[in-house]
């Protein structure tokens, strides 16, 4: 069965060849950013940050500590993603507008904050974990959102994260997960690369 949504999945491709002359609003950049974070996140943690790197001087700035790569220059905006660490003590606040708004009886808020509590509180890797895994949603919930748009993206994991934090200032509990370049595309880039078959990657059981 063929829709709108499964022909942008299926004709999504990783941009090489972006035209440097285009740009993208702000707004552009915030409804982007909007859709993709309405990606679920454990807990309604909502445990990410999405820093927009598009001026000349901020792309100059991740070029070097990015493999100097083009698409951080010739993009209209290369997204530095950012995971959390999972914190079940937010999880009041998270649930606060859901409580609000009739989707969720207060009375259910300590039913979600406990057995967060007991997940991560002493479980460093699972904190990284999840941050990396809501990270990861995010980032792909926008890169097919720019599809839908006719904009090309190239998520990276070609960038040294140490340098990343430091240049750009992410707070100690933030993992930057992966840089995600969106614009408009220039002829030459490929078509999506084949799959393996569905038979090796699925079992019936």
Known sequence: ???????????????????????LSDDQIQELVRIGTTAP???????????????????????PIAWNQPAIIEASVTFIVCG??????????????VVEAGIMPER??????????DLYRDYPQRQ??????TATFGAAAMIYVARSWGLGSTPMIGF??????????????????????????????????PRRPVPDVLDFI
């Open 160 to 193: 040294d994260d140490e340098a990343v934090h430091r240049e750009f200032g992410l707070a100690e509990d933030e993992v930057p997960v992966m840089l995600l370049s969106v614009g408009a595309e220039r002829p030459g880039n490929w078509p999506q690369k």
């Open 108 to 117: 259910l808020v300590p039913e979600w904050e406990n057995p967060a509590r």
């Open 84 to 97: 959390q660490l999972a914190d079940f003590s937010v999880i009041p606040d998270r649930l606060a507008p």
């Open 41 to 63: 996140t454990s807990f309604h943690l909502q445990n990410w940050r999405f820093i927009a790197v598009r001026t000349p001087e901020a792309k100059a700035r991740l070029l």
């Open 128 to 133: 990284r974990d999840e941050a990396v895994r």
């Open 1 to 23: 069965m063929t829709n709108a949504v499964v022909e942008t999945i299926l004709s999504r491709r990783s941009t090489k060849y972006y035209d440097p002359a285009a740009t």
